[in-house]
């Protein structure tokens, strides 16, 4: 079986991208990533992407005019390297309606908050600020709104005490790392479709794994 063609759209550092490429290049994975494109000329996640063999292209918000340019830029280079999925890992800027409807029901996020609580930026320290005892992270659909579209898979993380906005972004990146894998194996096998503002996952999927778990929790 072909295996699914992703764009990973990034700003920063490129975790995220990382275990997207780790498990692409593991056995059996039904996706690859075609090519990686950062709007921050300066992301680490380039590098990643180049030290994998991907291409890694740079559309450079700044350096045009306006927005339709720049996701016009951006739709060429994905379009360019036949991307059929879209995930957006650690990428910090918003997609509009247009852009999104150049690939319906194939774009992704993750967000560093059990969502809906905490969208938008700086959800870790949003959580700390709020005083939440558990956060985690989300794989979703992405939609027009910020951090809104329907989900695919949430992993719990407690916060401790002594918590700062680095230890608990960590603690919750660590689930990321495995949970947008996961997710994105899901969703390009057909596993998991959209249902209005909700997915179904199908029955033979490992639901569970969707829905964890807070270190210490039963298994
Ligand atoms: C991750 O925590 C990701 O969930 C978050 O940015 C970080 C990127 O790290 N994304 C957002 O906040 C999007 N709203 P990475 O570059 O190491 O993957």
Known sequence: MSRARLGVLVSGSGSNLQALLDACASDGFPAEVACV???VPTAYALERARAAGVPAVVVDHKALASKADFERALLGVLREARVEWVCLAGFMRLLSADFLGQFPGRVLNIHPSLLPAFPGLHAQRQALERGVKVTGCTVHFVDAGTDTGPIIGQAAVPVLPDDDEKSLSARILAEEHRLYP???????????SLDGARTRVAAQATTGELALRSPGAPK
């Open 182 to 192: 996961l997710a994105v194996r899901l969703a390009v096998t057909g596993q998991v």
């Open 37 to 39: 494109v950062s709007n």
